[in-house]
T-cell receptor
Framework: DAGVIQSPRHEVTEMGQEVTLRCKPI?????LFWYRQTMMRGLELLIY????????DSGMPEDRFSAKMPNASFSTLKIQPSEPRDSAVYFC?????????????FGDGTRLSIL | SQQGEEDPQALSIQEGENATMNCSYK?????LQWYRQNSGRGLVHLIL?????REKHSGRLRVTLDTSKKSSSLLITASRAADTASYFC??????????????FGTGTKLQVIP
């Protein structure tokens, strides 16, 4: 079975540019999560979707960040304009929602560097 | 904060030895999960223990949960060089919005020396 697929794997861009990260969750999973991982702050939940609807976006740092899930098989995380402090590894994860005791399945992340 | 705290932050052992990592958390949980992260990769789920369970095994992994002390431990027996990775605990709890929220700890970096 295909796991969670993220693209691109690496992104290097200059500050001020728009960055779009993409995620394809595991087929049949109803929940999707975006995380950011840095050495200083560890793994932070940015936003959580359930059945394509944002449930908890309290972790989104500021208005420069936005996330969408237009259908069950695709989500994007956009940063506009990007800043050097946004440099991190961004992970997408998905899980079944049928029962609460469900593990999350992570993609391999997008390593983002803002110069 | 619901975030779990792992202890120790880093652990270095010889191949064949056992490795024990601990996780403490702050409030009531529905379940606690352990994940592994290899360098440059995403987190991989290892084991989930529900709040009404005290111990769970999976291969060389043994997880215990003590809800009275709000702590869990992960034991890896007969460690191998391939076990070198960071290990995270994650606590799942009911949020005020009625959905399950999961927060991750800061991780234990395990090095197994061949």
């Amino acid at each position: 079975d295909a796991g969670v697929i993220q693209s691109p794997r690496h992104e290097v861009t200059e500050m001020g540019q728009e960055v779009t990260l993409r995620c394809k969750p595991i087929s049949g999973h109803n929940s999707l999560f975006w995380y950011r991982q840095t050495m200083m702050r560890g793994l932070e939940l940015l936003i959580y979707f359930n059945n394509n609807v944002p449930i908890d976006d309290s972790g989104m740092p500021e208005d420069r960040f936005s996330a969408k899930m237009p259908n069950a098989s695709f989500s994007t995380l956009k940063i506009q304009p990007s800043e050097p402090r946004d440099s991190a590894v961004y992970f997408c994860a998905s899980s079944l929602v049928a029962g609460w005791n469900q593990p999350q399945h992570f993609g391999d992340g997008t390593r983002l560097s803002i110069l | 904060s619901q975030q779990g705290e792992e202890d120790p932050q880093a652990l270095s052992i010889q191949e064949g030895e056992n490795a024990t990592m601990n996780c403490s958390y702050k409030t009531s949980i529905n379940n606690l999960q352990w994940y592994r992260q290899n360098s440059g990769r995403g987190l991989v789920h290892l084991i989930l223990i529900r709040s009404n369970e005290r111990e769970k095994h999976s291969g060389r992994l043994r997880v215990t949960l003590d809800t009275s002390k709000k702590s869990s431990s992960l034991l890896i027996t007969a460690s191998r060089a391939a076990d070198t990775a960071s290990y995270f605990c994650a606590t799942a709890f009911s949020s005020s919005g009625g959905y399950q929220k999961v927060t991750f700890g800061t991780g234990t970096k395990l090095q197994v020396i061949p």
